[in-house]
């Protein structure tokens, strides 16, 4: 079961990160787009430092079962995740 969860939220990270690489390329000349490039290119790879680091301590998680350590790196993917979509957002209006 443990691997089912893992791979289901490896899963989710991967579709959102498809999604905004999607988006990114072919959005370009949509409102401000290339104006919030290199932010978003940021926020992408932090995006990806962050999901590397939950994915981490999940699998610490089911080795001690210490659950305060996941609470804690899921919120930091979850607001990462809202920086990107309130990037999206800014870029998107004219």
Do not use: P, W
Request: with cysteine; aromatic share 14%.
């Amino acid at each position: 079961q443990y691997f089912r969860i893992y791979r289901d939220i490896a899963s989710a990270i991967k579709e959102l990160l498809d999604a905004v690489n999607e988006v990114f390329k072919n959005c370009q000349t949509v409102g401000k787009m290339q104006q919030y490039k290199k932010v978003l290119e940021h926020n992408k790879k932090e995006f990806v430092k962050y999901s590397k680091s939950f994915s981490d301590t999940l699998k610490q998680y089911f080795k001690d079962g210490k659950a305060d350590a996941v609470y804690v790196s899921a919120n930091r993917l979850i607001n990462q995740t809202n920086n990107i979509l309130y990037t999206f957002k800014l870029a998107g209006s004219t």
